[in-house]
């Protein structure tokens, strides 16, 4: 009950396209989800986050969409670029505390 | 502001050696963490600290990791032996005590046990 499952594990995409990232979770206490963006041989790095009361959140290329009662929120990075190559995960905690990673999925941006 | 650092970067050692990670986190960050991130997944919280204090270290392998956070700023995490599957990243993360949301991480020490 403590799992975030993350989906695809790998994701390739044509520059200017769409990657969608897609978590779910079971906890219904969890009440924080970030995304983070891992680039290789570096620490992971907040990026977007988003609590239940809402169900998007756009910050320029990156939108959280979160679906309460299906227990899902993704990731949308919009005209995607080769910058943006890098592992992403999704995290969910209670009240601010430990963060439960997914898996990750590996972001392949060709030009 | 600058962020936090870890050391060494890499450390290739032998089974039934011991190892040690250091991590020093941003100044003014109340709360450290230590995450194992095994290749191919996502960081796993081993211990937090808030200060000096061990707030959860329900999945630090007792036996084997112990981690240490004197006068609530540095901090080491140490092996002792290690095994085959300690293999991994270990990151160090830091946050302010109102702010624990938001966490900043280490670029991690990679651990290689032979």
């Known amino acids: 009950q403590q799992q975030v499952k993350q989906s695809p594990q790998s994701l390739i995409v044509q520059k200017g396209g769409i990657s969608i990232i897609n978590c779910a979770y079971e906890n219904t206490a969890f009440d924080y989800f970030p995304w983070y963006q891992q680039f290789p041989g570096k620490g992971p790095a907040l990026l977007i986050a988003?609590?239940?009361?809402?169900s998007e959140k756009k910050e320029g290329r990156f939108t959280i969409s979160f679906n309460k009662s299906a227990k899902q929120f993704s990731l949308h990075i919009m005209d995607s670029q080769p910058g943006d190559s890098a592992t992403y995960f999704c995290a969910a905690s209670i009240a601010t505390d430990k963060l439960i990673f997914g898996t990750g999925t590996r972001l392949q941006v060709f030009p | 502001e600058a962020g936090v650092a870890q050391s060494p970067r890499y450390k290739i050692i032998e089974k039934r050696q011991s190892v040690a990670f250091w991590c020093n986190p941003i100044?003014?960050?109340?709360?450290l963490y230590w995450y194992q991130q095994i290749l191919g997944q996502g960081p796993k919280l081993l211990i937090q600290?808030?200060?000096?204090?061990?707030?959860?270290d329900s999945q630090l392998p007792k036996d084997r990791f112990s981690a240490e956070r004197l006068k609530g700023v540095d901090s080491t995490l140490k092996i002792q032996p290690a095994k085959l599957e300690d293999s991994a990243v270990y990151l160090c993360a830091s946050s302010l005590l109102l702010a624990r949301h938001e966490q900043y991480f280490g670029p991690g020490t990679r651990l290689t046990v032979t």
């Open positions: 988003i609590r239940p009361d809402v």
């Open positions: 100044s003014g960050h109340a709360t």
């Open positions: 600290f808030q200060n000096n204090g061990v707030v959860d």
